[in-house]
């Protein structure tokens, strides 16, 4: 009976730290047309939604929509009060959104916690950028659930999904993918 409850305490503490990873894999989606390939050994694959939606409620009671952030870039990302790799770049994308102009970033509570217990997890943690609780059983349908957390989709301007993160960001990476997207885009 010890060896079973020892093997299922080891099964819980692998799924927990499977679901938040550290390690950042990026994926794109290619150009209409073309299949999933290989780029630097990071794997791209097709993306159904190529313009997500999104339209939130954050914590302050304001909508969020991800169409009214045309012309900036859009950081959209999930994240829980129990992700260390979560709360350490939370600083890093509030800084980003307050420093940066022309980069936008919307935090989503992938979390069972209700409205009161976030906002004393973010007096404890404060951000920048608004906030919404997303119920984790039927998130938006164009991001889906996430398979580790943090993860965030980097919105381009016109709308189009840039490139997706699998893992903690820092402002450093995103200032390069958007200036390697916008130098692509300029050719």
Same mark, same amino acid.
């Given at each position: 009976?010890?060896?079973?409850?020892?093997?299922?305490?080891?099964?819980?503490?692998?799924?927990?730290?499977?679901?938040? /990873?550290?390690?950042?894999?990026?994926?794109?989606?290619?150009?209409?047309?073309?299949?999933?390939?290989?780029?630097?050994?990071?794997?791209?694959? =097709?993306?159904?939604?190529?313009?997500?939606?999104?339209?939130?409620?954050?914590?302050?009671?304001?909508?969020?929509?991800?169409? /009214?952030?045309?012309?900036?870039?859009?950081?959209?990302?999930?994240?829980?009060?129990?992700?260390?790799?979560?709360?350490?770049?939370?600083?890093?994308?509030?800084?980003?959104?307050?420093?940066?102009?022309?980069?936008?970033? =919307?935090?989503?509570?992938?979390?069972?916690?209700?409205?009161?217990?976030?906002?004393?997890?973010?007096?404890?943690?404060?951000?920048?950028?608004?906030?919404?609780?997303?119920? =984790?059983?039927?998130?938006?349908?164009?991001?889906?659930?996430?398979?580790?957390?943090?993860?965030?989709?980097?919105?381009?301007?016109?709308?189009?999904?840039?490139?997706?993160?699998?893992?903690?960001?820092?402002?450093?990476?995103?200032?390069?993918?958007?200036?390697?997207?916008?130098?692509?885009?300029?050719?």
């Amino acid at each position: 009976m010890k060896r079973m409850i020892k093997g299922v305490g080891v099964l819980l503490a692998l799924t927990l730290l499977a679901g938040c /990873e550290r390690a950042p894999t990026q994926t794109a989606a290619p150009a209409a047309g073309k299949s999933a390939s290989t780029d630097a050994g990071r794997k791209k694959v =097709v993306n159904a939604v190529n313009r997500p939606e999104l339209r939130v409620k954050t914590l302050d009671g304001v909508m969020f929509d991800l169409a /009214e952030q045309r012309g900036k870039w859009t950081l959209v990302n999930y994240w829980a009060t129990w992700c260390g790799p979560c709360i350490q770049e939370m600083p890093e994308l509030s800084a980003l959104a307050a420093m940066r102009e022309h980069i936008r970033v =919307v935090g989503l509570a992938y979390d069972e916690a209700s409205e009161d217990e976030l906002r004393a997890f973010l007096k404890k943690h404060p951000v920048t950028y608004p906030i919404a609780r997303i119920d =984790v059983y039927e998130p938006p349908k164009d991001f889906g659930a996430p398979r580790g957390l943090p993860t965030s989709w980097l919105i381009a301007p016109d709308g189009q999904l840039a490139r997706k993160y699998t893992g903690p960001l820092t402002a450093s990476m995103l200032d390069e993918d958007i200036a390697r997207f916008e130098a692509a885009k300029a050719k």
